[in-house]
């Protein structure tokens, strides 16, 4: 039976069930003719769909933000049974929102535990803009035993004390991986990872007291987190024009075996920008984005458009060497309108590549944009 792909707004992919994909249509027995549009947690509600995941048993985790009565927002997680059809056993009536502070909370990712209990992790804005996760059981009620009553928050009390985080991943261990970027009293902003333990406290074994902090020029925030076979992890970063992206040893520091550095990118030659980042089977790095192919002084765009972009994707070997077995030199790309960006990436067991990504094509001073999925065979 061929698997089937899962896109989410805003593009996120689930798990390859099988080892080869079915074909381009829609699925007419998911949701309607293939498609599920929520209802929303709150009245007048307006949500953004940022992850999702299957579970085992077939069902579906959507997770993001979703507006409030009030007119803030909080984090929105909601479980769909495998027909697509929202699961009454999970939250009300298949949803879940989550309230930090009565102000302003965004859900950017989440993430499966080995026992069925879900991470969410995003920002909370009130006064500032502060990190925050959330972990909740099964049946979509916090779980009680994850910081504080089943929320964690954290304000840095050096600089002006913000931060965000974009992206999650569980350890074989039981323990929490989370990437994003904080604000400092001087300079730019830094990319940071952080590793919290079962219990929501902060790693005192990981990096500095729980918290890595780039303090690395052009790394400015984490996007992107996977962990490879070895346990450790893997982040694209944007701040550097190029496609990059840095590992980490599992005790979280800058991992020099990879690239001599830490550090591996690749430069189209214009202004690029890393959204994904996955490991394959062999802790291969793929770092996926976009790269801008015209619209500078010596490479102009034809018209009408000043700039042109296209999702473009890059493997690196494990040490942090370029992987000339694929695409050309290392670098694939999709061409699918003016402006493509490569949103999620995901490696199926057969080693073959999925993207999925948007595009657009600048209309005035509006914008048509679409949803795109590709595969690439395992060389590119």
């Known amino acids: 039976m061929p698997s089937k792909i899962l896109v989410g707004a805003v593009f996120a992919f689930g798990a390859l069930s ?7 249509a829609f699925d007419s027995s998911f949701g309607n003719n293939g498609k599920v549009l929520g209802t929303g947690y709150g009245i007048a509600s307006q949500d953004t769909g940022r992850s999702v995941l299957r579970q085992s048993d077939g069902k579906l985790i959507l997770a993001g933000t979703t507006s409030t009565v009030a007119g803030g927002s909080d984090f929105l997680v909601m479980r769909l049974s495998a027909d697509g059809q929202p699961d009454a056993s999970f939250g009300t009536a298949g949803s879940t929102a989550i309230d930090f502070a009565n102000g302003n909370d965004f859900g950017y990712d ?24 959330a972990r909740l059981n099964t049946d979509g009620s916090l779980d009680p035993t994850f910081a504080a009553q089943g929320k964690f ?37 830094q990319g940071i ?3 919290l333990n079962s219990n929501g406290a902060f790693d005192p074994t990981f990096a500095s ?30 701040g550097s024009v190029n496609l990059s992206a840095l590992r980490l040893t599992a005790a979280g520091a800058l991992d020099l075996s990879f690239n001599g550095s830490g550090t591996a990118s690749f430069d189209y030659g214009g202004s690029d920008t890393v959204y994904a980042v996955a490991v394959d089977a062999s802790d291969r790095v793929l770092i ?7 619209g500078w002084a010596t490479k102009p765009c034809a018209s009408p458009s000043t700039n042109r972009f296209d999702g473009t994707m890059a493997r690196f070997n494990a040490d942090g060497s370029m992987d000339s077995g694929f695409g050309v030199n290392g670098v694939t790309t999709t061409d699918v ?3 493509d960006y490569i949103m999620e990436i995901e490696v199926a067991a057969t080693g073959d590549v999925y993207a999925a990504g948007r595009s657009h094509n600048p209309v005035g001073l509006e914008s048509d944009y679409l949803t795109f999925v590709a595969k690439f065979d395992s060389a590119g």
């Open 18 to 24: 099988n080892a080869y994909a079915g074909t381009s």
């Open 110 to 133: 989440a993430a499966l535990q080995a026992d069925g209990k879900i991470m969410v992790v995003g920002s909370c804005t009130g006064a500032k803009t502060i990190l925050c996760a």
């Open 153 to 189: 928050s954290h304000e840095f009390v050096d600089g002006d004390g913000t931060g965000t985080l974009v992206k999650v991943a569980v350890q074989s261990d039981g323990r929490l991986v989370a990437g994003g970027s904080r604000d400092v009293s001087t300079g730019p902003s």
């Open 193 to 195: 990872v952080i590793r």
């Open 209 to 238: 007291n729980g918290v890595y902090q780039s303090g690395v020029a052009g790394i400015a925030a984490v996007q992107a987190i996977a962990l490879d076979s070895q346990g450790r992890i893997v982040a694209g970063y944007t």
């Open 288 to 294: 996926g984005g976009r790269s801008q192919i015209c």
């Open 337 to 339: 309108r003016d402006f």
